[in-house]
């Protein structure tokens, strides 16, 4: 866990997981995947009088148990970049973030920083013919 001194800045680490879809080729050659995946997730969060996220999701990869490997790609890497006044407050996502997306926050107070981030997320992968939707859950 990275956490500064001041308590304004902590890191959220953990996994997502969703279904992804992608079309392999072109014309009528053109063949489509899909499936369940897992992914990696990374949130630093800055607290103040607005709370700034930013973070990635990469690493996807089919989830276990799933056959087929065509629907995911290891190269997708999403940026996630958002504002929010307060965690009862909706995100409101930037415009250079990959992805549409929501964050909860759970085990926090007042006085204390939230302990985990959740949420959904979906997102183009225009360069590789491929969509992923999914939710996220990430802990200090």
């Given at each position: 866990m990275k956490e500064s001194a001041d308590k304004t800045e902590a890191t959220y680490k953990d996994g997502?997981?969703?279904?992804?879809?992608?079309?392999?080729?072109?014309?009528d050659a053109a063949r489509h995947a899909s499936g369940y995946f897992q992914a990696d997730v990374e949130l630093e969060a800055t607290f103040?009088?607005?709370?700034?996220?930013?973070?990635?999701?990469?690493?996807?990869?089919?989830?276990?148990?799933?056959?087929?490997?065509?629907h995911v790609s290891s190269s997708w890497d999403v940026d996630?970049?958002?504002?929010?006044?307060?965690?009862?407050?909706?995100?409101?996502?930037?415009?250079?973030?990959?992805?549409?997306?929501?964050a909860n926050a759970y085990g926090g107070?007042?006085?204390?920083?939230?302990?985990?981030?959740?949420?959904?997320?979906?997102?183009?992968?225009?360069?590789d013919n491929g969509k992923a939707w999914g939710v996220y859950h990430t802990e200090r």
């Amino acid at each position: 866990m990275k956490e500064s001194a001041d308590k304004t800045e902590a890191t959220y680490k953990d996994g997502a997981e969703g279904l992804s879809a992608r079309r392999i080729g072109r014309g009528d050659a053109a063949r489509h995947a899909s499936g369940y995946f897992q992914a990696d997730v990374e949130l630093e969060a800055t607290f103040g009088t607005t709370t700034e996220l930013e973070g990635f999701i990469n690493n996807f990869r089919p989830a276990e148990g799933e056959k087929g490997t065509e629907h995911v790609s290891s190269s997708w890497d999403v940026d996630l970049k958002g504002t929010t006044a307060d965690f009862a407050s909706a995100l409101t996502a930037t415009d250079n973030s990959d992805a549409t997306w929501t964050a909860n926050a759970y085990g926090g107070s007042t006085t204390e920083r939230p302990k985990g981030i959740h949420g959904t997320f979906n997102t183009n992968f225009d360069n590789d013919n491929g969509k992923a939707w999914g939710v996220y859950h990430t802990e200090r």
